[in-house]
């Protein structure tokens, strides 16, 4: 088997890449840096600037199926340049592997899983989120998701099994939220977000690239929730993260007015709440590893727990000499 992904060397890409090294599968991938094209067996770049709408179509050639995880991070002060930034890169990577398909013999690409997120779904402390949720969030970020998941379904048109996942809180001891979550309660300055009550839908990363290749593998589609099986509250969470480092709390929680001074409209995401539920991906077939935040983080934070992306690839340089 071989898939084509995009973002291939960010957090979810490097895991899904792991876990494809792990099960033999070969791995083209689409970069925007000639810096980082590499050729090796089983793993292969190929140049794309998604801006200027180029893509090299030698990328499909014996492609089964596509990961589409390209866009720009939202963890940066939203000013006027970083929101377009934001919006452009997830939307043009869409239409860039439009253009791409459209020049290229597609009858052996089964299925295309295409990245999507949980801001999709609005505000709320109450409600529990299913897939079939019409309503979206009237905030930036659900409407980057609404434009983001109406370009991928413009792929349907290719006869093509097409997935899209709506990714919570990714979990990850190399990157993402977690660090920036650890780093307060490490320093004893950790505290609650606002009330401390607004729902946070968060996935393992393991289990996220997991489900990634389990969609593409059994060639599903449709929309899916990429969250664990049970969410928690801000409040839960820091209390969780701290007894797992041993620490203490002892500040009161962080009012919103201060992380909207620091942090301006991007400090939307630290308050809104979305309740997602797992159980459409669970009724496919697919279990977690982890289902349980006190699990998930013991994996992640304890010594010992998950090995790093760059400790995983020294052992594999090892094994091979």
């Given at each position: 088997?071989?898939?084509?992904?995009?973002?291939?060397?960010?957090?979810?890409?490097?895991?899904?890449?792991?876990?494809?090294?792990?099960?033999?599968?070969?791995?083209?991938?689409?970069?925007?840096?000639?810096?980082?094209?590499?050729?090796?067996?089983?793993?292969?770049?190929?140049?794309?600037?998604?801006?200027?709408?180029?893509?090299?179509?030698?990328?499909?050639?014996?492609?089964?199926?596509?990961?589409?995880?390209?866009?720009?991070?939202?963890?940066?002060?939203?000013?006027?340049?970083?929101?377009?930034?934001?919006?452009n890169s997830r939307v043009n990577s869409l239409k860039t592997l439009d253009i791409g398909l459209a020049q290229v013999e597609r009858s052996k690409i089964r299925s295309i899983?295409?990245?999507?997120?949980?801001?999709?779904?609005?505000?709320?402390?109450?409600?529990?989120?299913?897939?079939?949720?019409?309503?979206?969030?009237?905030?930036?970020?659900?409407?980057?998701?609404?434009?983001?998941?109406?370009?991928?379904?413009?792929?349907?048109?290719?006869?093509?099994?097409?997935?899209?996942?709506?990714?919570?809180?990714?979990l990850a001891k190399d990157g993402g939220a977690l660090p920036q979550m650890v780093k307060p309660v490490e320093n004893y300055v950790g505290a609650a977000l606002g009330s401390?009550?607004?729902?946070?839908?968060?996935?393992?990363?393991?289990?996220?690239?997991?489900?990634?290749?389990?969609?593409?593998?059994?060639?599903?589609?449709?929309?899916?929730?990429?969250?664990?099986?049970?969410?928690?509250?801000?409040?839960?969470?820091?209390?969780?993260?701290?007894?797992?480092?041993?620490?203490?709390?002892?500040?009161?929680?962080?009012?919103?007015?201060?992380?909207?001074?620091?942090?301006?409209?991007?400090?939307?995401?630290?308050?809104?709440?979305?309740?997602?539920s797992s159980k459409k991906i669970e009724e496919k077939g697919y279990t977690f590893e982890f289902c349980n935040i006190q699990n998930a983080l013991a994996d992640l934070l304890?010594?010992?727990?998950?090995?790093?992306?760059?400790?995983?690839?020294?052992?594999?340089?090892?094994?091979?000499?």
């Open positions: 088997m071989k898939i084509l992904i995009t973002g291939a060397t960010g957090l979810v890409g490097s895991h899904i890449v792991q876990l494809c090294r792990q099960e033999n599968i070969e791995v083209n991938y689409l970069t925007t840096s000639r810096d980082k094209l590499e050729t090796e067996k089983g793993y292969q770049g190929f140049y794309w600037d998604p801006s200027k709408r180029e893509i090299d179509t030698n990328c499909f050639k014996g492609v089964d199926a596509i990961i589409n995880l390209a866009g720009t991070s939202i963890a940066q002060r939203w000013t006027k340049e970083h929101k377009k930034a934001i919006m899983v295409s990245a999507s997120a949980v801001g999709y779904y609005p505000d709320s402390l109450t409600n529990y989120y299913s897939e079939s949720e019409k309503q979206y969030d009237k905030s930036f970020l659900g409407e980057v998701v609404v434009a983001w998941e109406r370009e991928a379904d413009a792929l349907k048109k290719y006869d093509i099994k097409l997935s899209k996942v709506r990714i919570g809180l990714v401390g009550e607004q729902w946070q839908s968060w996935i393992h990363i393991r289990d996220l690239a997991s489900i990634f290749l389990f969609l593409v593998k059994n060639s599903h589609s449709g929309i899916y929730n990429a969250v664990a099986p049970n969410p928690v509250t801000n409040c839960r969470m820091t209390r969780e993260i701290a007894k797992t480092l041993d620490k203490p709390l002892w500040l009161p929680n962080i009012p919103q007015v201060v992380m909207r001074t620091i942090l301006g409209e991007m400090a939307y995401i630290l308050f809104s709440s979305q309740r997602a304890k010594q010992g727990g998950e090995r790093t992306i760059s400790t995983a690839r020294l052992e594999e340089q090892r094994a091979s000499r």
